[in-house]
């Protein structure tokens, strides 16, 4: 995909981007709601997440670092891809289960006061990875509205349409990916341990 195609293919997603932001930002709130009516419920939220998570705590170094990537970037693939046979649920999920997860992990650490902490541990990874999940989701919405166009007998080539979205995983999801996992590994940490 040559720059000036890149250029206009992003130019094209801008709908779908702003809808998945969209939906990202309602999910916060919902994660926060979550939290503020049912603690309960959010603090099995958390448990579960430890449970699940919880092996990552066990690892470090370039070990972590590989296993947030690959985490990261085969959810963001199923995001954007499992799209065409969902006709959009997985995207929307995707981006809904990662919002309420958040909204609730920070609301938990604002009625405890440590709001600061919840700051410090997301927003330097998250100034790539939050783009990443957005793009890959708005990538899966753009996938099923061709899906949907194809169906109804309008004039479109889907062979065209996934390579050109390929090609835009590759060249600009990925990075993203592989940069926060750099940063989540090796500089978020030492943030936390400088603030602790």
Known sequence: MP???????????????????GLFALSLINGYLITALDPDGA?????????????LSETEGLELMFRIFINNAVK??????????????APFVF???????AGVVAAILYFDGQFATFLIGITPHGILEIPALILSSALGFRFA????????RKKIILSTELKNGSLFFLKVIIPLLIGAA?????????LLNMRS
Do not use: H
């Open 3 to 21: 720059n000036s195609t890149s250029s206009n293919y992003i130019i094209s997603l801008k709908p779908y981007a702003i809808l998945s932001a």
């Open 43 to 55: 603090i099995e939220i958390m448990r579960n997440l430890q449970e699940t998570y919880g092996s």
């Open 182 to 190: 750099i940063i989540e590994t090796f500089i978020t940490p030492y």
């Open 95 to 101: 981006l809904w289960v990662n919002g309420v997860i």
């Open 76 to 89: 963001s693939f199923l995001a954007a891809y499992a799209a065409i046979i969902t006709l959009g649920i």
């Open 145 to 152: 509205k061709a899906v949907f166009t194809k169906i109804s």
